[in-house]
């Protein structure tokens, strides 16, 4: 048996399933608010992984993905303890907006300061209420500013746990992705705990691929670490593609953007990605694929100024079947959609 959980003050025991509030900075009109946890506290030892969202207020497709996965967790079967955190940026997701009320970007504050400012503290009541247990993480994220993203893992690949579990997630695409000073992988990194950001989505919508996909890998990577069993049932693992680097195109002109390109798409050096013109559909400008590479990020807002980022591009080894890889991952996700993973 394990011993007590404790967190926020609140011991959870061997076996129990308990929800805890972590009080943080009252509303101006004195109400209490609080980011909520949930705890699934196995009665056998194991890992602690912690799986968070809405670190951005508008970014819920992680909510949901958290919503699922609680009600998919065969409690009585797991090892160790998993931490669940669908909104952590409690004041921007009542918002509606990427920010908290002082406009500051919460993954800009980790590790955070206990008297610092609202992103400050926040950032550290995350880091030692949170973080501090765990020995893996999972951070659920969106596309921002009116832009969607293939669903993607960006993490250290040069770390061999961390590169073993973005494999075992199984998203279509990874990318090695650098460490953003003052985030929450920066902060998770330096203490030496395995992290995972998954990318999927737009902001404040639904994608049903996108949740499905991040279902299913967050159950893939609890089974790589031996938090559940290993599922029965036969699953045809599909290699995720490795992108070697990425790049973005940008606006060459302001203006309407009008574009045909989807997310998914694999464009060529130089090819046509679209246009951008003038109300009156004049002076046209086209948008041009600087290098090869698989559109893994679009903007939908057809408004554009100069230097607007238009699209993501990873770019892989030229030895790569990307079409083929994607047709692979769509045929696998199709015949997992109403599969028990546990049969």
Known sequence: MQEPFRMGGVDVRAGQRLTIDLPVAPLQTHAEMAM??????GTRPGPRLFVSAAMHGDEINGVEIISRLLQRIPFRRLRGTLIAVPVVNVYGFINQSRYLPDRRDLNRFFPGSEKGSLASRLAWLFMQEIVAHCTHGID????????SNLPQI??????PETCRLAQAFGAPVMLNAVLRDGS???????RGVP???YEAGEALRFDEISIRVGVQGILAVMRTIGMLPVSRRQRVFV???LARSSTWVRAPISGIFRTPIALGRHVQAQSGMGTIGDPFGEDTVAVLAPADGLVIGRLHLPLVYQGDALF???RFDETADVEGALEAFE???ERQADADPFD
Do not use: Y
Request: hydrophobic share 45%; proline share 5%; glycine share 2%.
């Open 195 to 197: 992290m995972l950001l």
């Open 331 to 333: 045929a696998d996700l």
């Open 36 to 41: 909520p946890v949930q705890v699934l506290h």
């Open 140 to 147: 659920l994220h969106t596309g921002s500013n009116h832009r």
């Open 184 to 190: 929450l992988r920066e902060a998770v990194s330096k």
């Open 154 to 159: 960006r993490a250290d690949m040069k770390n």
């Open 239 to 241: 290699e995720p593609l």
């Open 312 to 314: 993501h591009l990873a």
